[in-house]
């Protein structure tokens, strides 16, 4: 890798993943070694990928909750953004109707979230999506969970975000991801690679599209930038 090499802007589930959702391990010493920005962007409550860049030890650049939570180091700068009262009332609603979020009574999935709620993939959509749309929020289909979020951020504007702490253009970034979540980063982005297991949206707004799988995909997306 030289100075030539680009930031890099990566999804963490179906992306670093193998197939269990556990991290592959051989993209640590990839991301750990990278010789400029990396940022984190994920579907996840911001917990996960602060965790995530501590224990690999590189600087804690996040896009957490499709681009709801943003934080940068050095900068310190913590945004968030997303009508989270909206989100919550729809989760209200739907349990009103019966059904629950299906995470259990501890939920760790949304217990750390701060701007928009997630229900478990094996809940029914349609009534989630029509109490959404009644408060102005979209549901997102990452494959991993149904999320309920304020269209008025995704990872392009927390990509965006990011940019203007560090003085970097989204143009000069190189993403990788696999799903719907992933697309408005992925247009912005100079390069935008799906790994091969990613879903249409995805595959879609690419410009690249790897031949292998989660982490393998991934050490093909970035093989370019390493040799
Ligand atoms: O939390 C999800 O549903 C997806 O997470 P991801 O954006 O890291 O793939
Ligand atoms: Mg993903």
Same mark, same amino acid.
């Given at each position: 890798?030289?100075?030539?090499? %680009? %930031?890099?802007?990566?999804?963490?589930?179906?992306?670093?993943?193998?197939?269990?959702?556990?991290?592959?391990?051989?993209?640590?010493? +990839?991301? #750990?070694?990278?010789?400029?920005?990396?940022?984190?962007?994920?579907? *996840?409550?911001? %917990?996960?990928?602060?965790?995530?860049?501590?224990?690999?030890?590189?600087?804690?650049?996040?896009?957490?909750?499709?681009?709801?939570?943003?934080?940068?180091? %050095?900068?310190?700068?913590?945004?968030? @953004?997303?009508?989270? =009262?909206?989100?919550?009332?729809?989760?209200?609603?739907? #349990?009103?109707?019966?059904?629950? !979020?299906?995470?259990?009574?501890?939920?760790?999935?949304?217990?750390? #979230?701060?701007?928009?709620? /997630? /229900?478990? !993939?094996?809940?029914? !959509? @349609?009534?989630? @999506?029509?109490?959404?749309?009644?408060?102005?929020?979209?549901?997102?289909?990452?494959?991993?969970?149904?999320?309920?979020?304020?269209? +008025?951020?995704? *990872?392009?504007?927390?990509?965006?975000?990011?940019?203007?702490?560090?003085?970097? =253009?989204?143009? @000069?970034?190189?993403?990788?991801?696999?799903? /719907?979540?992933?697309?408005?980063?992925?247009?912005?982005?100079?390069?935008?690679?799906?790994?091969?297991?990613?879903?249409?949206?995805?595959? =879609?707004?690419?410009?690249?599209?790897?031949?292998?799988?989660?982490?393998?995909?991934?050490?093909?997306? /970035?093989?370019?930038? #390493?040799?």
């Amino acid at each position: 890798m030289d100075s030539d090499t %680009p %930031p890099i802007i990566v999804d963490i589930d179906g992306t670093l993943t193998d197939e269990s959702r556990a991290i592959d391990h051989r993209v640590m010493p +990839v991301l #750990r070694e990278w010789p400029a920005r990396v940022v984190i962007a994920t579907g *996840k409550a911001m %917990p996960f990928p602060i965790a995530l860049c501590e224990f690999l030890g590189i600087e804690r650049t996040v896009v957490a909750e499709n681009g709801g939570v943003v934080f940068v180091e %050095p900068t310190d700068e913590l945004r968030l @953004e997303g009508d989270q =009262e909206a989100a919550l009332a729809v989760g209200e609603a739907y #349990r009103d109707l019966g059904h629950n !979020l299906g995470f259990g009574q501890v939920d760790l999935a949304n217990r750390w #979230r701060e701007t928009e709620l /997630v /229900v478990s !993939l094996d809940q029914p !959509l @349609e009534p989630l @999506e029509e109490l959404a749309a009644a408060r102005g929020l979209v549901v997102l289909d990452t494959g991993f969970a149904y999320h309920v979020t304020d269209p +008025v951020v995704d *990872k392009g504007t927390g990509l965006e975000a990011v940019c203007a702490e560090l003085d970097l =253009e989204p143009a @000069e970034f190189l993403a990788v991801g696999d799903s /719907v979540n992933d697309a408005q980063m992925f247009d912005l982005a100079g390069e935008a690679v799906a790994v091969a297991n990613a879903d249409e949206t995805a595959l =879609e707004r690419a410009d690249r599209v790897t031949d292998a799988s989660y982490g393998d995909g991934f050490l093909e997306a /970035v093989a370019p930038y #390493r040799d």
